[in-house]
């Protein structure tokens, strides 16, 4: 039952991600339609950006791709170890490297014996 209840909150915090990001791209679909509107018509209704509105939007969006860098490289580096660990286990085991699993792939940190690490593939 905790296992369904974790599960399922982590279903609930994908999705409030998804819709998060949607609600993002979509105000900076809009924010850029304005600007380049902005910069298109020099007169009549459209209210010109200036230079610190361009730089804030500039910035948000520099700070929104290396906070994603910096995401992705820390799941990159977990699912490097994560798959050292599982064809460690398999060799311990004496399974076949080919063996390892998608679920051993994907298991959490908790779950992954740190501990009794080499340096696998580094000799």
């Known amino acids: 039952l905790d296992s ?7 279903s609930n915090k994908v999705g409030e991600i998804f819709s998060a990001a949607g609600d993002a791209f979509a105000r900076l679909g809009e924010l850029t339609m304005q600007l ?6 020099t007169g009549g209704s459209a209210a010109k ?4 509105e361009v730089e804030m939007l500039h910035s ?26 599982a064809l460690q286990k398999k060799g ?3 399974g076949s490297s080919a063996e390892v699993t998608l679920n051993a792939l994907n298991a959490s940190e908790s ?4 501990e009794s690490l080499t340096e696998f593939g580094n000799g």
Do not use: C, H, P, Y
């Open 4 to 10: 369904l209840l974790q599960e399922m909150s982590s």
């Open 49 to 52: 950006w200036s230079d610190e």
């Open 60 to 85: 948000a969006v520099r700070t929104f791709s290396e906070e994603l860098s910096v995401i992705s490289e820390t799941i990159k580096q977990r699912t490097v170890q994560q798959i050292k660990t």
């Open 36 to 41: 380049q509107g902005s910069q298109q018509n």
């Open 111 to 114: 779950e992954v014996d740190v």
């Open 92 to 94: 311990q085991s004496g």
